[in-house]
Structures are given as structure tokens and as C-alpha cells.
């Protein structure tokens, strides 16, 4: 497709516009925010997404000069093809010869880390080290083994300047990613046992940070099985077992998108964030099956034109939209009983039945679109709930709805908002006109359950929230910044799918230019109206 048929309605400008409709809507002036980014002392500056960047990545075309059809690596095996009807399954192509991702090839260790990196691009753990840990100077050689978490704290909002100040936390640090007030304390760790169920990342000379963790090493995963790290959908990283089904190596074997733990294996995605369904800080989603009762038969968008291999990686894009579309649908259906055990208002409860209907509508529009590019009909197979309703406190609802609304909502909206305006099939850019609203109109939920949520809780437990909220969004921005970047294929954006530099310049800036000004707003008020 010429460039001149692209639209380059500038990434910041998108951003502006989504920014002041969400203020709006919770009673908010767009003064406050004085238009841009609001960031706290420590902060990484708050600027655009893509700073000076007057269209998507500041690229000279939106998908990068001479992008070509059908890469190598573009993963035509498996994808659309007939048996289980599995249109996103084959993305990627293997990981590893004979089906496995085990393989580690050229291993060398990192002294920092403590993992073992391999030349395909895994990091993994063959057995717990302990960190390296200097005590910050000055301390007088407190904040060592032995403290308690937080101690000497007394339930008070703490700040800081250096790791120096923060002495009686274990292994403490001052963490300066605190974009939503002054920097705080944290503990950090040098060993798994200083985690709970989570495990301890090493840093190097810093205490390490805890992270989830579905295995701790080698021996928790079996044989022809590495416990490596890897990035979830939509979040922070977290160990995991490489499995026979993963579909690819983080980033390697993806010719589009990025390598991310769906819950069960890891497969290329480069999909709109929605609203994921977490548990136990996983996103959950259901397989894809053959299945012809979740279509939506309005959209048929015109394949005519299109190589098989790009009808393949079209197929497996929207199914995997579809994917986590329907996950979306669970995370509502959740969220309205969460709702109601917190005894929240009546128009909360009201806008979270709406969005379980949206959520549906846009799975079944996903799932049309992956059929048509695909040519076999394809629909979510059943959906594992178990262990969802773990924690039910008002400070935990408060902190799912935070990643899965304040932030995965924004993201989705402004990305689909970007791909309709670029779309050239009419039944795709009707889809994403859609998807772009009604997510819109999900991110405002979940903001102004924050701003009431806020309302019922003490000083103290914002103040978590708070940090929570910081920690979020510098995980988000920093996985957005250091993911592959590939290019875009113009041919493929008119049907409705972005990639690589464009994505993680959208990516950063709902992060950056929206969310974050958005809860750096409602946070200021709550603490004024606390004072």
C-alpha cells in the first residue's frame, strides 16, 4: 500500500484526545494535568511516548520503508490450517526443533542475573542463587537479613532520597519509578524465601526484585524443560516452564509482535491488550476450537488480494483478539460480583453489565474475522475459572481493576483506535470503530471505580494502591520499550493489524500520555481532599 494512502494523524494528538475524554468523565479538568504527563520527582521525564515524534514511532512510513509480504519465520504452518481449527496457533512456527522450546544453544551464565542465557534468547534458572547485595552507604549496616518487611515504617507513607534512607526495610531501596508521588521505600530481595510464592530476580549490586513465578528451577520443570522468564500479555515477566506447545523463544521466532505467556505457553501476540482475565497474576484465556456459533455473520471483510500467508497471519491475529476478548468477558462477569460484595454504587454495577455485552460482541466480531482470513470456522474452547476469586479485599480489587481497566482498557482502546484509522477494509474499520468506543468506555469504569474505591479506604491503603499503580506502569512502559521491534506490513495494517515499532510507540503512550496523568490526577485529589 503507498504511504500516501496511511493516515499520520499524530500518536500524541490520539492520546490528547482519549486523556481529556477520560478526565472529563470523572469531573476532572483537563487543566490539571496541564495537557501532558504528570510525573512525580524520580520520575523518567513523562514525555510522549515516542519523544518528538509527530506520527507512529517516528517512522518515515507507518510500517517501515520496504516492508515485505510473507517474511521468513511468518509462520504459515499450522496457522488456518483444518484439525483443530487452531487459526493463532502456528504464528510463530516452532520454537525448537522436534516441538520443544528445551534447547538451550551456547549457554553462557550471567554473573548479574544468575541465569543462564542462551542464543535463541532464553534466560533461565538452573537452580536458586542468591543475589549479590551491597548495603547502601551510610546505613550503618542496617536493612540486612533479618529485618522485618517495612519495619520501623509504623503503617506511615515513607519517602526518600537514596537506598540510605530506607534502612529499615529489608534489603531496602528507594524506588524512584514512583510516578504517582515521591519516591518510597521498598523492600527488595537477595533469595526465593524472601518472596513468598514468588521468586527473587537479581539486579546486580541493587536487591533484587520478587516476580511471579510458575516454577523456581530446572528441577520444578522436568526433563527437555527450562524454567526461563517470560513476559505475560499484557504485564510484568514471570518464570515459567517451557512446554512442547510453546510456538516460540521470546522474540526470535516471531516475525511480528512478541513472545508473551499466554497462561499456558508462550506464542507470538502483538494482539490489543482489552481487559485480561488474571489469576494469580497470570492472564488466563481459553483455547481457540472449530467451532461456528460465536461468529458475528454482519462482518466479512475482503480477502481477495492477500497471500496465504498473510491470510494466515491475519487468521491467527484476530483469533487471538478473539481470545482475549472472551477472556475479557469473564474478568466483567468477576468484577460484577466484586462490585456487588463491596456494595458499590448502583452505576458502577450498571456500566459493568453493559461492558459484559460489549466484551461479547467484539469476541464474536474477532472470531468472524480470524474465520474469514483463516477459511474454518473458529471459536473459544472452554474457559478454566478455577482460583479466581482468591482475594477479596476492597486493596486487591482495587489493584486487578488498576492493571486489567486503568491500564489494559486505555491501551486497548487507543490501539484500536490507531488500527481503524489506518484499516482500509470496511468490515475491519467498522470492528475497530467499535472496539476502540466501547473500550474507551470500559477504561472510564475502572477509573471511577478507583476514584470511589479511593473514597472507602484509609490513607495508608492508598497510598499501596498508589505504589501499586507506579510499579505497574514502570513494568508496562519498561516491556514496551525493550520488546523486539519488526516492521509493520502496510498491507496488513489495512486489515487491522499493527506490529513492532508502532505498536510499542502506542503501547508507551496510553502508559505515558494517558493512564498515567489520569491516576496522577486522581490521586492528587484524593490526597487533598484527604488533607
Given amino acids: 500500500m503507498p504511504r500516501s494512502q496511511l493516515s499520520r494523524t499524530p500518536l500524541s494528538k490520539q492520546a490528547g484526545v482519549l486523556r481529556t475524554s477520560l478526565l472529563l468523565s470523572l469531573g476532572l479538568s483537563p487543566l490539571a494535568c496541564g495537557g501532558s504527563a504528570v510525573t512525580a520527582p524520580g520520575g523518567d521525564g513523562g514525555g510522549s511516548a515516542q519523544a518528538g515524534a509527530t506520527s507512529y514511532a517516528?517512522?518515515?512510513?507507518?510500517?517501515?520503508?520496504?516492508?515485505?509480504?510473507?517474511?521468513?519465520?511468518?509462520?504459515?504452518?499450522?496457522?488456518?490450517?483444518?484439525?483443530?481449527?487452531?487459526?493463532?496457533?502456528g504464528t510463530a512456527g516452532a520454537g525448537a526443533e522436534g516441538g520443544s522450546t528445551a534447547a538451550c544453544p551456547n549457554p553462557t551464565f550471567n554473573s548479574t542475573s544468575k541465569l543462564i542465557e542462551c542464543s535463541n534468547g532464553h534466560k533461565h534458572r538452573l537452580q536458586a542463587l542468591e543475589c549479590a547485595f551491597t548495603v547502601p552507604p551510610g546505613a550503618?549496616?542496617?536493612?540486612?537479613?533479618?529485618?522485618?518487611?517495612?519495619?520501623?515504617?509504623?503503617?506511615?507513607?515513607?519517602?526518600?532520597?537514596?537506598?540510605?534512607?530506607?534502612?529499615?526495610?529489608?534489603?531496602?531501596?528507594?524506588?524512584?519509578?514512583?510516578?504517582?508521588?515521591?519516591p518510597s521505600c521498598k523492600s527488595g530481595c537477595v533469595k526465593d524465601s524472601d518472596c513468598g510464592s514468588a521468586v527473587c530476580l537479581c539486579n546486580g549490586i541493587n536487591p533484587g526484585r520478587c516476580i511471579p513465578a510458575g516454577c523456581s528451577n530446572e528441577a520444578d520443570c522436568g526433563p527437555n524443560s527450562l524454567c526461563a522468564l517470560a513476559a505475560s500479555v499484557c504485564g510484568s515477566s514471570s518464570f515459567q516452564c517451557?512446554?512442547?506447545?510453546?510456538?516460540?523463544?521470546?522474540?526470535?521466532?516471531?516475525?511480528?509482535?512478541?513472545?508473551?505467556?499466554?497462561?499456558?505457553?508462550?506464542?507470538?501476540?502483538?494482539?490489543?491488550c482489552g481487559r485480561p482475565f488474571l489469576v494469580e497474576e497470570a492472564p488466563r484465556m481459553a483455547d481457540i476450537e472449530a467451532r461456528a456459533d460465536w461468529l458475528d455473520v454482519t462482518l466479512t471483510p475482503n480477502a481477495g488480494g492477500l497471500t496465504p500467508v498473510q491470510?494466515?497471519?491475519?487468521?491467527?491475529?484476530?483469533?487471538?483478539?478473539?481470545?482475549?476478548?472472551?477472556?475479557?468477558?469473564?474478568?466483567?462477569?468477576?468484577?460484577?460480583?466484586?462490585?456487588?460484595?463491596?456494595?458499590?454504587?448502583?452505576e458502577l454495577v450498571e456500566a459493568c453489565n453493559r461492558a459484559l455485552a460489549d466484551e461479547t460482541a467484539h469476541a464474536r466480531a474477532c472470531f468472524a474475522l480470524a474465520t474469514t482470513y483463516g477459511g474454518i470456522p473458529v471459536g473459544p474452547a472452554r474457559l478454566d475459572i478455577e482460583h479466581c476469586f482468591e482475594d477479596t479485599s476492597l486493596t486487591a480489587i482495587a489493584k486487578l481493576v488498576l492493571r486489567e481497566g486503568c491500564l489494559g482498557e486505555t491501551v486497548a482502546s487507543l490501539e484500536a483506535l490507531a488500527a481503524a484509522e489506518v484499516a482500509r477494509d470496511p468490515a475491519v474499520k467498522r470492528a475497530l470503530t467499535r472496539i476502540a468506543k466501547d473500550e474507551l468506555s470500559h477504561a472510564e469504569l475502572a477509573f471511577k471505580f478507583l476514584r470511589w474505591a479511593l473514597t472507602q479506604t484509609s490513607s495508608e491503603a492508598r497510598h499501596e494502591?498508589?505504589?501499586?499503580?507506579?510499579?505497574?506502569?514502570?513494568?508496562?512502559?519498561?516491556?514496551?520499550?525493550?520488546?523486539?521491534?519488526?516492521?509493520?506490513?502496510?498491507?496488513?495494517?489495512?486489515?487491522?493489524?499493527?506490529?513492532?515499532?508502532?505498536?510499542?510507540?502506542?503501547h508507551l503512550a496510553a502508559a505515558r500520555d494517558v493512564t498515567r496523568p489520569l491516576l496522577a490526577a486522581l490521586f492528587e485529589v484524593e490526597i487533598s481532599n484527604e488533607a
Avoid at 529485618?147 to 528507594?174: I, K, L, M, R
Avoid at 484476530?318 to 460484577?336: D, K, N, P, V, Y
Wanted: proline letters at 3%.
Fill in 58 to 89: 517516528g517512522a518515515t512510513s507507518y510500517a517501515g520503508a520496504g516492508a515485505s509480504t510473507g517474511t521468513a519465520g511468518a509462520g504459515t504452518a499450522g496457522a488456518g490450517t483444518a484439525g483443530a481449527g487452531t487459526a493463532g496457533a
Fill in 465 to 506: 494502591i498508589a505504589c501499586e499503580a507506579a510499579q505497574q506502569l514502570a513494568d508496562f512502559e519498561s516491556n514496551a520499550r525493550h520488546r523486539e521491534s519488526t516492521p509493520t506490513d502496510d498491507r496488513l495494517a489495512a486489515h487491522g493489524l499493527i506490529a513492532g515499532e508502532a505498536l510499542r510507540a502506542i
Fill in 242 to 272: 517451557t512446554t512442547p506447545q510453546d510456538q516460540c523463544t521470546p522474540n526470535s521466532d516471531c516475525s511480528f509482535g512478541t513472545c508473551a505467556f499466554d497462561g499456558s505457553k508462550r506464542a507470538c501476540n502483538n494482539a490489543v
Fill in 311 to 346: 491470510r494466515a497471519q491475519l487468521a491467527a491475529h484476530w483469533a487471538r483478539l478473539g481470545q482475549m476478548e472472551h477472556a475479557s468477558i469473564a474478568a466483567f462477569a468477576r468484577f460484577q460480583l466484586q462490585l456487588l460484595s463491596l456494595g458499590a454504587p448502583s
Fill in 140 to 182: 550503618g549496616g542496617a536493612g540486612s537479613a533479618g529485618a522485618a518487611p517495612n519495619a520501623g515504617a509504623g503503617g506511615a507513607v515513607n519517602t526518600c532520597q537514596s537506598d540510605s534512607d530506607c534502612a529499615a526495610w529489608t534489603y531496602g531501596y528507594c524506588d524512584r519509578d514512583g510516578l504517582l508521588g515521591p
